[in-house]
């Protein structure tokens, strides 16, 4: 069964949250991290993306090197221990969840919502923590190197659990009450409130609550940060795996953000293709007509439900796709019914060529963005097409993941994801 539990976080003070969260390490490329953390010593981009306050590489050097130097992975660990020596992150008396809230990014105006706490490294590689994607190696190692460099997992993962009546009465209850954190505007214009769980002299009843509504799931499921858990779970494996609690074997815990199904916001992400192929627009449309019904539309398109796909062709405006009767069977496997799997098995492959989706050049992804902003790229010449696509559900994630299945490459886009810095999980104290 899962485990969730609480834990003496690291977490900034009232005073410093607005100027130490900072987007995920992989939201921001080196250049807007820079932009993001100047003049904010206490951001914690300085912790996470190191590379901003390194010198830049010299003459036929790559950037990324830096980064990935050792030199980079020290300046972490000396960033975050500052800002524990200045005071602007603080330990937690005693173990604590907390409760995470942000705005909806897909435009509902609802709020995503979900628990924080420490998942067992044993639990994942028990396969309790079940996975949809592949991990590439050089991801890996970056996210491996940094966990025993910082001594801290710095950043949580984003796991989905099935809907629970005990979690939504724990949540109903938190969020009722002020926030103990309330961030506006965050340093890249997002915002979130946080509430701690365990501090007060009324919560024991809610720690345990929560603690026996995770302790009864069967699983749960990497939403975002399949690279963080399998790092965690590789620098575990490094320890001699000692055994025990977080307070025993801290190396043994990695931090997550647990979100009910129903309560998460998953956008759509897009394709791109450079090319047609070797077709013509016409021809193009011409071949797909076999398994999807083509039709013009005035404006842009954003499929509205499962089987429909938006195509833009450069110079000929919009389409609407829908898949006929039969060209997915009913009894078809988890991943197979998934709209990104039907485009890349009825379009992208047999028509423009791109058979792996995961090394071809040809392919653009884009997660996040309206079809006026993928037509406007299209329109600048970098692509010949564009498809948009109806959002994964977080139930599709499930059931490919309790398939033992893997999903085709950028098929989700989970959005927001929490900030960092909030609540580090330290293996080994930074001062």
């Known amino acids: 069964m899962a485990e969730l539990l609480p834990f003496r976080a690291l977490r900034p003070t009232v005073a410093a949250a607005a100027e130490v969260a900072a987007p995920p390490y992989d939201v921001v490329d080196e250049t807007e ?5 100047t003049g904010r010593p206490h951001s914690f981009l300085h912790v996470t993306r190191p590379e901003i306050d390194l010198p830049a590489a010299g003459p036929g050097a790559a950037q990324a ?8 992975y020290a300046a972490s660990r000396s960033a975050l221990a500052a800002l524990v020596g200045a005071g602007v992150l603080a330990r937690d008396a005693g173990p604590t969840y907390t409760v995470y809230a942000a705005p909806a990014a897909d435009g509902s105006g609802g709020t995503q919502v979900g628990i924080v706490g420490l998942v067992s490294a044993a639990q994942y590689r028990a396969g309790v923590v079940r996975t949809h994607e592949h991990t590439r190696p050089d991801k890996l190692e970056d996210r491996r190197r940094h966990i025993e460099a910082v001594g801290a997992h710095d950043e949580p993962v984003l796991l989905l659990a099935a809907p629970d009546a005990g979690v939504d009465r724990v949540l109903a209850a938190v969020t009722a009450r002020p926030p103990d954190l309330d961030v506006p505007e965050a340093v890249d214009g997002g915002a979130f409130r946080l509430w701690v769980v365990g501090a007060g002299p009324d919560d024991a009843p809610l720690v345990t609550a929560l603690e026996a509504a995770f302790a009864a799931m069967p699983d749960l499921y990497v939403a975002d940060g399949h690279h963080r858990s399998e790092a965690a779970a ?19 815990w990695f931090p ?14 897009d394709r791109l293709v450079t090319d047609l192929g070797g077709r013509t627009p016409q021809g193009l449309l011409d071949a ?10 005035a404006g842009p398109v954003r499929p509205a439900r499962r089987g429909e796909v938006g195509l833009y062709l450069g110079g000929h405006g919009w389409y609407r796709l829908a898949v006929r009767p039969g060209v997915v069977p009913d009894d078809a496997p988890p991943v197979v019914r998934l709209d990104v799997s039907l485009l890349q098995r009825t379009v992208l492959d047999p028509f423009l060529g791109i058979s792996d989706p ?10 996040g963005r309206t079809p006026a902003d993928l037509a406007a790229i299209v329109d600048s010449g970098r692509f010949a097409c564009a498809f948009t696509l109806h959002p994964t559900s977080p139930d599709d994630v499930m059931a490919v993941a309790r398939s033992g299945e893997v999903m085709p490459p950028k098929s989700t886009w989970f959005a927001p994801k929490p900030y960092s810095g909030l609540f580090v999980h330290e293996t080994v104290p930074a001062g």
């Not at 997550?256 to 992400?269: E, G, N, Q």
């Not at 797909?288 to 539309?297: I, P």
Request: charged letters at 20%.
């Open 33 to 37: 991290a820079a932009a993001l953390a």
């Open 288 to 297: 797909l007509a076999a398994d999807w019904q083509v039709t013009a539309s």
């Open 256 to 269: 997550a953000l647990v979100i009910p199904a129903d309560r998460a916001c998953v956008l759509p992400y």
């Open 358 to 367: 995961r090394t071809d050049p040809r392919i653009g992804f884009l997660g």
């Open 234 to 252: 590789l620098v575990w494996d490094g320890s001699g795996r000692p055994a025990g609690g977080p307070d025993d074997a801290p190396v043994g």
């Open 65 to 72: 090197d830096v980064a990935h130097s050792d030199a980079a």
